[in-house]
């Protein structure tokens, strides 16, 4: 099993950035595929962006040339640089594992606080 911290999340005006960072523990991360999830208040939980264990990467239209993710196995860490934030980002922002035969993502986060101010 692995456990999933998130952290980064804040306050941000439009136009700005922030990187949250996805630390785990327990089971090595590198052998799972990592996933940035958001939400906002009543609206269906959304993928933003994964990670496969070889490094391919996946983005949601809705924040593809701002948004970067990226894997430190090193570290066991995953992170989610995004940057030319819109107030339409705003949401709370998961952490998510899978391993590589596994369909849906098993292990999530608590979740991290993304605001964005127009």
């Known amino acids: 099993q692995v456990q999933l911290v998130e952290s980064g999340g804040g306050l941000v005006q439009a136009g700005g950035s922030l990187r949250l960072s996805c630390a785990a523990s327990g089971r090595t991360s590198s052998s799972y595929a990592m996933g940035w999830f958001r939400q906002a208040p009543g609206k269906e939980r959304e993928r933003a962006a994964a990670?496969?264990?070889?490094?391919?990467?996946y983005y949601a239209d809705s924040v593809k040339g701002r948004f970067t993710i990226s894997r430190d196995n090193a570290k066991n860490t995953v992170y989610l640089q995004m940057n030319s934030l819109k107030p339409e980002d705003t949401a709370v922002y998961y952490c998510a594992a899978r391993l590589p035969y596994d369909v849906s993502y098993g292990y999530w986060g608590q979740g991290t606080q993304v605001t964005v101010s127009s």
């Open positions: 990670i496969s264990t070889g490094g391919t990467t």
